[in-house]
């Protein structure tokens, strides 16, 4: 660690991933995105090989993290109709998807197996790509003391990016 202008900074992966202030953000590890005969797979994402064992990789990776006892954030998706702005409703029509993925009361919006909140594990519900935007995310981790985030789930290129 450095003293910068009055505040410590954490210089070494060491320094940055100790428990005390370190935080996994897991996204989007719900069904309608991970497992066969929900959203993902009836649009063909889910065989492809960096997805195909994501559920069993995450769920140690997970173990992994409680057992050093970092803390980990489920931020999950919530795409009901009500909450989905112009832009999004534009790209399901252009793309020709009736209905977005993990919707209140179905099935698809549940954990993976295996993969659900244990007692006292925060779960963040977002509607948008953005696990940030117009949730209380941020104030959970800066409430927490957390300065480092390892964030992952299973649309990298999506929900992942746009929230890192």
């Not at 995450?58 to 109709?81: E, I, K, T």
Request: glycine share 10%; with cysteine; hydrophobic share 40%.
């Amino acid at each position: 660690m450095i003293e910068v202008q009055g505040r410590t900074i954490l210089t070494t992966l060491e320094e940055k991933l100790d428990p005390a202030h370190a935080a996994v953000v897991m996204v989007d590890m719900q069904k309608d995105f991970t497992a066969e005969g929900f959203w993902w797979d009836d649009l063909g994402q889910l065989g492809t090989d960096p997805v195909r064992d994501l559920p069993e990789r995450m769920g140690a990776f997970l173990a992994g993290a409680r057992a050093a006892g970092v803390p980990v954030v489920h931020l999950n998706a919530c795409y009901d109709p009500a909450f989905l702005n112009d832009a999004m409703l534009e790209r399901m029509h252009r793309l020709g998807i009736e209905l977005e993925a993990c919707q209140s009361g179905s099935e698809g919006i549940e954990p993976h197996p295996g993969l659900e909140p244990l007692p006292g594990e925060p779960v963040v519900v977002k509607h948008r790509y953005d696990g940030f935007f117009d949730t209380d995310l941020h104030m959970r981790l800066q409430a927490s003391g957390i300065r480092t985030l390892v964030v992952t789930g299973v649309a990298v290129h999506g929900c992942v990016d746009s929230t890192i």
